[in-house]
């Protein structure tokens, strides 16, 4: 009954939502990431997307590391969730802490085993800038020379959106971004997102 009732409900919304104009769909994939698990170094995270997460999806994580501030809808009553926020700006780049933040922060978990489960919106530029970094951290440069190039064949390859989010990723390294990257940018039509040389 209560399943008849949530989907009558979604299907509301989702007319009306419908029905104005500054309505769209973010973005149209092919992909549904769900919290689908992902190798960074010796351990493994779990990675999704607000737009295909279900609320039983949190449940097979022990902490939760939202990238997005948008996520209500998931929480269900009487559930306890441990959360360890790290909301970056959608289609933005990473702050000066992101380093110390997933080292003092985000690794203790995996050394202590903890299910991991990182999230933004589609699972793309946020999500893959949070695996990235961890496999930027976890793993030599000889081992993994691109971690950018190693989300794409682990995860995606629409993983890592914008040009601040690749720069923030190789600087983890104490590296530039490779040319390569920049074209890939270009071709993804992320051009006009402003560099934010200050953050
Ligand atoms: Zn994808």
Request: aromatic content about 8%; glycine content about 8%.
């Amino acid at each position: 009954m209560e399943v008849n009732l949530k989907r009558k409900d979604d299907a509301l919304r989702h007319i009306v939502l419908s029905g104005h104009t500054q309505y769209q769909q973010p973005e149209i994939t092919s992909c549904r990431h769900a919290g689908e698990v992902v190798p960074v170094g010796p351990y493994e995270v779990m990675a999704g997307g607000t737009m295909y997460l279900q609320s039983q999806d949190l449940q097979r994580a022990d902490v939760l590391v939202p990238l997005t501030d948008e996520w209500a809808r998931l929480l269900r009553n009487g559930h306890r969730y441990d959360v360890l926020p790290a909301i970056l700006p959608d289609f933005g780049g990473v702050p000066k802490n992101w380093r110390n933040f997933l080292c003092g922060k985000v690794l203790p978990l995996l050394e202590e085993g903890k299910k991991v489960l990182a999230f933004c919106t589609a699972g793309h530029g946020r999500t893959g800038t949070f695996l990235a970094s961890l496999i930027a951290i976890l793993e030599t440069r000889e081992q993994t020379p691109d971690p950018i190039k190693a989300v794409w064949e682990r995860y995606c390859d629409e993983a890592v959106e914008t040009l601040a989010q690749a720069e923030g990723i190789f600087a983890i390294r104490g590296e530039e971004l490779p040319d390569e990257h920049y074209q890939r940018t270009l071709r993804y039509g992320q051009v006009l997102i402003p560099r934010n040389d200050e953050s």
